[in-house]
């Protein structure tokens, strides 16, 4: 074991024993996860494991239950408003309050989606069809689009509602700059109007939570958590001894590896899905050089012959069966079969063919190959550093040089946002259950409200603009006929290289009555003890 092992060992060690020597009470969850939350703010990343924290602490209008079926949140009620398509009507919930004791009405939620629409908001394309949002009186909203949009409530289940006056009086008005380091009062603190209120936060190390007493949800959830204290673990196996030994009582990602040696445990179960999610990779194709390759002047990964011969070499069966233990589901498409859009002949994937793969290098001009740099993050997907290590190999086959960098995702993420890096591992979950979510971050052209995740650099006008009608396109066959046709083109030209949607093994102690939610998003308040 190195040093740092040892020492990121000492430190879980260290943060899951200060103050909670022995066996936790019934009424206290100690939860741990690979990867900590990015940031406190709510509307600066839009990101699962920030998402799954923010969950327990800030809400939306509308949530998603652990089947991820919509429930009324703060709102308890929403339709389109007669005679008027391009508007939808909210009803608020009534008496509700935020942790720090002020009410909750219409200005909070104008106030969340004005600053959820910011440029330095991370969930802008989520919302980016709002035209205006109009308080009708204290309770009552009313959400204007340009034109229909038949799924705007789809895009609203992690839209969190912020407290106006708080957010002034902490000069967080605007969501802070993830990608520059920036600081601010929101990233550390929270004042939400959910089950759990925020007691303490050590980013990295530990967070704990304490029961909301006033929360409006009494009676209507479970709600028998007192407590969370939530430990980010990025080592495998110091997270699945803390399990064992009965240090935590749930992890959300158990190492495929030990899935057998969790369910055997006595006092344990694992729990499993599939999850909403793909993981692939993504390659900068539309700038005229490369920055982390070794070919000056070009960009091999414009050719589409090159992009083509990558595909052909991932042996995404080899990665499912060694890396991922069968604990994986093959694709060839960048969304999970959940999702409006999916289909039998988009989840086809090539055989593995390195002949046609070299055949295509050579015709494209890279007969003798190239070396690049391959960015990873090693604490967000199940094994995700092992699926760039098998990469790495199979690229090589191919006279593709890869040169791994494996960090954190703190790390990794601004790589692809900033556009700084050209091959990387991501993977995306589809809360809307819609393709328009997918095209928004990762097709549509880079601009002020969408393509923030294209690290592709992929840009169509035709493709845009054919993106852009989904938003107002009431007629459901043509619009899941616009669909069908910007897939194509994804596929046809091979913009990212799918590998694979991902299962999820949440292991936890026998006496917890949990489902596994498919967007890997534990909403604690719905959670029981045997």
Same mark, same amino acid.
């Given at each position: 074991m190195n040093k740092n092992s040892?020492?990121?060992?000492?430190?879980?060690?260290?943060?899951?024993?200060?103050?909670?020597?022995?066996?936790?009470?019934?009424?206290?969850l100690r939860w741990a996860r690979a990867g900590d939350s990015l940031t406190m703010d709510p509307h600066s990343q839009n990101e699962?494991?920030?998402?799954?924290?923010?969950?327990?602490?800030?809400?939306?209008?509308?949530?998603?239950?652990?089947?991820?079926?919509?429930i009324p949140a703060l709102a308890t009620e929403w339709a389109v408003k007669e005679g008027d398509p391009n508007v939808w009507v909210f009803k608020l919930r009534e008496g509700v309050k935020f942790h720090g004791g002020e009410d909750f009405n219409s200005e909070d939620v104008v106030f969340s989606f004005t600053r959820a629409k910011h440029e330095s908001s991370d969930m802008k394309e989520l919302i980016v069809t709002i035209k205006e949002v109009r308080a009708v009186d204290d309770y009552t909203v009313e959400i204007e689009t340009d034109g229909p949009n038949p799924i705007l409530p789809n895009n609203l289940t992690n839209l969190f509602m912020m407290d106006k006056g708080w957010a002034e009086a902490n000069d967080v008005t605007v969501p802070a700059e993830f990608d520059t380091g920036e600081e601010t009062y929101a990233v550390r603190n929270a004042n939400g109007t959910g089950a759990f209120m925020l007691e303490s936060r050590e980013p990295d190390t530990k967070t704990v939570l304490k029961a909301n007493p006033n929360y409006w949800g009494q009676g209507q959830f479970p709600l028998e958590i007192t407590e969370?204290?939530?430990?980010?673990?990025?080592?495998?196996?110091?997270?699945?001894?803390?399990?064992?030994?009965?240090?935590? /009582?749930? &992890?959300?990602?158990?190492?495929?590896?030990?899935?057998? $040696? +969790?369910?055997? @445990?006595?006092? !344990?179960?694992?729990?499993?899905?599939?999850?909403?999610?793909?993981?692939?990779?993504?390659?900068?194709?539309?700038?005229?050089?490369?920055?982390? /390759?070794? &070919?000056?002047?070009?960009?091999?990964?414009?050719?589409? $012959? +090159?992009?083509? @011969?990558?595909? !052909?070499?991932?042996?995404?069966?080899?990665?499912?069966?060694?890396?991922?233990?069968?604990?994986s589901a093959p694709t060839g498409v960048i969304i999970p079969p959940f999702v409006n859009g999916w289909t039998e002949a988009l989840n086809d994937y090539p055989a593995?063919?390195?002949?046609?793969?070299?055949?295509?290098?050579t015709e494209a001009g890279y007969g003798d190959g190239f070396e690049v740099t391959l960015h990873c993050p090693n604490d967000r997907y199940v094994n995700d550093e092992a699926i760039c290590q098998a990469a790495v190999g199979m690229m090589s086959k191919i006279g593709i040089n890869a040169n791994l960098v494996a960090q954190s995702k703190a790390q990794h993420f601004p790589l692809i946002s900033g556009k700084t890096t050209d091959f990387y591992l991501l993977g995306w979950g589809v809360p809307t259950f819609d393709s328009e979510y997918v095209f928004n971050f990762l097709v549509?052209?880079?601009?002020?409200?969408?393509?923030?995740?294209?690290?592709?650099?992929?840009?169509?006008?035709?493709?845009?603009?054919?993106?852009?009608?989904?938003?107002?396109?009431?007629?459901?066959?043509?619009?899941?006929?616009?669909?069908?046709?910007?897939?194509?083109?994804?596929?046809?030209?091979?913009?990212?290289?799918?590998?694979?949607?991902?299962?999820?093994?949440?292991?936890?102690?026998?006496?917890?009555?949990?489902?596994?939610?498919?967007?890997?998003?534990?909403?604690?308040?719905?959670?029981?003890?045997?």
């Open positions: 040892k020492k990121l060992m000492a430190l879980v060690a260290a943060a899951l024993l200060t103050g909670t020597a022995g066996v936790a009470s019934a009424e206290t699962g494991p920030t998402h799954a924290l923010a969950q327990q602490i800030y809400e939306p209008l509308i949530s998603p239950d652990m089947e991820a079926k919509p969370i204290i939530y430990t980010p673990i990025q080592n495998a196996a110091t997270r699945v001894a803390a399990l064992l030994s009965g240090e935590v /009582d749930l &992890i959300q990602d158990v190492p495929v590896q030990d899935l057998g $040696r +969790v369910s055997d @445990a006595d006092g !344990l179960i694992v729990n499993n899905a599939p999850q909403n999610r793909t993981i692939f990779f993504g390659i900068n194709s539309g700038d005229d050089d490369l920055t982390n /390759d070794n &070919i000056d002047g070009k960009n091999p990964f414009a050719d589409v $012959r +090159v992009r083509q @011969a990558m595909n !052909l070499a991932i042996d995404r069966d080899a990665i499912k069966q060694v890396v991922m233990r069968g604990q593995v063919d390195i002949d046609a793969a070299k055949n295509l290098m549509h052209g880079t601009t002020e409200d969408r393509g923030s995740w294209n690290g592709s650099r992929f840009d169509n006008e035709e493709i845009n603009a054919k993106i852009q009608s989904l938003g107002s396109e009431t007629d459901l066959d043509k619009r899941n006929a616009t669909i069908a046709e910007i897939w194509q083109v994804v596929q046809d030209e091979q913009i990212y290289l799918p590998i694979h949607n991902q299962v999820l093994n949440w292991g936890m102690k026998e006496n917890i009555d949990f489902p596994v939610q498919p967007e890997d998003q534990p909403h604690f308040k719905f959670l029981k003890f045997n």
